[in-house]
């Protein structure tokens, strides 16, 4: 068993993770006029460039839409108090834009918890699937990879982690498991709480 016990710096994802899944991806897509299962961002950056900043724009309005609505996930408070107790390094990464981020932070009581510069959005590192955003919060913090820790619902922020080579927590509220990218299994936030005595 993967001992998170002496973890010093925990990345999360955001939607679906720290907040409870709000987002109706299949409604953002259809406003976007792109194809069901489509990658968003993805999708975007293949636009010529006035139809892309037409499309960002109705994405930042969808998601300023959705980041005032969010509403903690269980646990989430509970868990990131007891991180910050502990003396660690918290951050976030998120394809959402960092504006939006901080909203639903502040909508789910959890902004203090985290510095403006240790929240990663779309802008300040490319989308996971990528490690950039981890490496650069790891560079920020001058912390080892090895005392790290990606916590995310979705297949992308578990290959974002294993990219980067820091051990990976799924949050799997919805029974959808990638073994080969996950190192410990959790299904709420309060048993990864629990999971850091260990």
Known sequence: ???????????FDLDGTLTKPVHDFVHIRNELGLAPDTDILSAIALQPEEKRRT????LDELERYYAAQAQPAEGAVELLTKLDKKGCCLGILTRNAHEFALLSLQAIG????FASKDILGRDEAKPKPSPEGINILLNQWAGDNEEAVMVGDFHFDL???RAA??????????????PEETDVRVKNLFELFYRLDE
């Open 1 to 11: 068993m993967v001992s998170l016990a002496h973890k010093r710096y925990w990345i």
């Open 110 to 113: 959890a902004a203090d918890f």
């Open 55 to 58: 499309m960002l724009t109705h």
């Open 159 to 161: 290959l974002s982690g």
């Open 165 to 178: 080579s820091v051990t990976t927590v799924h949050v799997d509220m919805a029974d959808r498991h990638w």
